[in-house]
């Protein structure tokens, strides 16, 4: 038996999410066909994370377990054969150690969101960024979400469908920035409850339109109650872009200020 290690590209918008459903395709479930058609085995592919429906991949890590002998290289060029034409590509495969576990030897794990700011409609990124229309301040973002890093209690930024343990979470990292008429948060920590990170950027968007300060912010994470929250973004921007092992480097700089370059 031998586990292979996988890095995995997609587009939720067709997807009911990661994990497999019963009322719908997820990309758990196209993953896990491909390679019972390479391998005649019946396979669970175990990922560092799940994401919701229409929510994208860009480097989700994946595993799984297979007896028959194949090498890396050739499973991940038959994964994608099968895959077509889903929005589903195997980036990288590579054979791993018994006990290399995709979701518990995971450290942390990283997230981006996609803001276009702009009252022009979407063409080629309808479902792939949230428009915003009214101008938006991604500086007092990024000051404002300062607030949001460190151990707190996450409830009035968790989905009612939670089925996280605690509401207790540690965000390690966050920023917003722009470029243009894009403005990308990015966040890490070692993990998220279930909308944690749509519903921060949700709040941060009305900050950035001015509806919300930095200290409404504060007050709804210090109440610890979801009736609290003042918006939970839509699924389309958010990806999934980073999980990180032991011996990586992060991908980015602690230091990190926001930068606004307007075009």
């Known amino acids: 038996m031998t586990r292979f ?3 995995v590209e997609y587009d939720g918008r067709p997807f009911m999410g990661w994990q497999r459903q019963a009322h719908g395709p997820s990309v758990q479930q196209a993953i896990e066909e491909a390679a019972h058609a390479v391998t005649g085995e019946t396979v669970v592919v175990h990922a560092a994370g799940r994401t919701d429906a229409g929510v994208h991949g860009l480097a989700m890590r994946a595993h ?9 290289f050739r499973l991940g060029e038959a994964l994608n054969a099968l895959l077509r034409p889903a929005p589903v590509a195997i980036r990288d495969c590579v054979a791993v150690a018994d006990d290399w576990h995709a979701r518990f030897s995971c450290l ?3 997230y981006e969101y996609r803001i276009v700011n702009r009252r022009a409609p979407l063409t080629y990124e309808k479902g792939l960024a949230w428009q915003i229309a009214p101008p938006l301040d991604a500086a007092a973002m990024h000051d404002a979400a300062q607030s949001l890093v ?3 209690d996450f409830t009035t930024f968790r989905s009612a469908h939670c089925q996280s343990a605690s509401p207790i979470k540690s965000v390690d990292w966050i920023d917003v920035a722009r ?6 948060v990015r966040v890490e920590a070692r993990s998220f409850l279930h909308h944690q990170v749509r519903s921060m950027v949700g709040c941060l968007a009305l900050i950035g339109m001015g509806r919300w300060s930095a200290d409404d912010l504060r007050d709804a994470l210090r ?3 979801r009736t609290r929250l003042g918006l939970n973004a839509p699924p389309d921007g958010l990806f999934f872009v980073a999980a990180f092992y032991a011996g ?3 991908k980015r700089d602690a230091s990190s200020t926001c930068v606004d370059q307007r075009n």
């Open 5 to 7: 290690a996988l890095t």
């Open 248 to 250: 990586d480097r992060l």
């Open 108 to 110: 942390a794990r990283a």
């Open 150 to 152: 460190g151990l707190h």
């Open 64 to 72: 799984l377990d297979v007896a028959k002998p194949i090498a890396a």
């Open 179 to 184: 470029d243009g008429d894009r403005i990308t």
């Open 223 to 225: 109440a610890a109650d």
